[in-house]
């Protein structure tokens, strides 16, 4: 797939991410805001913003794989992340989802925004993705005997 990711030259260097993402669009998929909530709708890591990223970031594995896409095919992310006095820097929230097994999702157009509140009590971080859905190739038909 043709992803083109570019840091035009005038605009600031990024921790990782690009300025600018251009991707063919047969097919997207918009994931709705993954948030840090197990299989039975609890809300994992209480307090804890770290731990909450990496349930997000399984959550979201999860939905990218559902629609066919991969953190590979995402071209846009937006992270939110409630701040306050105890709430680790918005670097280390960054750094851990780079970390985690969908990274290469923030190599692309992406932006991370400081929040008062989120939706569930005790929900510190949401992540929303849109993926492009690669177009399978086509296979010929086998010759039948």
């Known amino acids: 797939m043709d992803i083109q990711r570019l840091n035009p030259a005038g605009l600031h260097?990024?921790?990782?991410?690009?300025?600018?993402t251009i991707a063919p669009a047969e097919r997207l998929a918009f994931?709705?805001?993954?948030?840090?909530?197990?299989?039975?709708?609890?809300?994992?890591?209480?307090?804890d913003v770290l731990a909450q990223v990496d349930q997000v970031a399984a959550n979201a594995l999860v939905a990218l794989t559902a629609a066919g896409a991969s953190p590979s095919t995402v071209v846009r992310s937006v992270v939110y992340v409630v701040v306050d006095d105890r709430t680790p820097a918005l670097g280390e929230v960054w750094r851990r989802f780079?970390?985690?097994?969908?990274?290469?999702?923030?190599?692309?157009?992406?932006?991370?925004?400081?929040v008062a509140r989120l939706g569930f009590t005790g929900q510190l971080?949401?992540?929303?993705?849109?993926?492009?859905?690669?177009?399978?190739?086509t296979h010929p038909t086998l010759p039948t005997s």
């Open 125 to 137: 971080v949401e992540l929303d993705l849109t993926a492009v859905i690669p177009t399978l190739p």
């Open 98 to 114: 780079q970390a985690s097994p969908i990274g290469e999702a923030f190599t692309t157009a992406s932006t991370l925004l400081g």
């Open 31 to 47: 994931l709705a805001g993954q948030c840090p909530l197990d299989a039975d709708g609890n809300v994992v890591g209480p307090g």
């Open 13 to 20: 260097e990024t921790p990782g991410y690009h300025h600018v």
